[in-house]
Nanobody
Framework: VQLQACGGGLVQAGGSLRLSCAAS????????MGWFRQAPGQEREYVAR????????DYADSVTGRFTISRDNAKNTVYLQMNSLKPEDTAAYYC???????????????WGQGTQVTVSS
């Protein structure tokens, strides 16, 4: 699976962005999809996940109520709608694909290249 993320940018605190991740190469709906983020000097952390069907979603506590993950299997694309952004959301955001629905970063076999989100105060 090849993943291509886009949609990052510079936004003021309280603003919104929508990230997209386009997949190619294998049957997209067979994979759970996740979003992770990594700030400079920090480990890559889990943000959100969605099952292959899209019926199940899950979020890190830090983004619950502000971020929404969704997918369109007909378009082989997963999205991350980010609202009420905070400066601490500043990071490179990565999409990833896994054979199981999990928060475990190590279980994700395929990764996109990352897209930078910067939130100014």
């Amino acid at each position: 699976v090849q993943l291509q993320a886009c949609g990052g940018g510079l936004v003021q605190a309280g603003g919104s962005l929508r990230l997209s991740c386009a997949a190619s190469g294998r049957t997209f709906s067979n994979y759970a999809m996740g979003w992770f983020r990594q700030a400079p000097g920090q480990e890559r952390e889990y943000v959100a996940r969605i099952s292959g069907s899209g019926r199940s979603t899950d979020y890190a506590d830090s983004v619950t109520g502000r971020f929404t993950i969704s997918r369109d299997n007909a378009k082989n694309t997963v999205y991350l709608q980010m609202n009420s952004l905070k400066p601490e959301d500043t990071a490179a955001y990565y999409c990833a694909a896994a054979s199981s629905y999990t928060r475990n970063r190590g279980a994700y076999d395929y990764w996109g290249q990352g897209t930078q989100v910067t939130v100014s105060s």
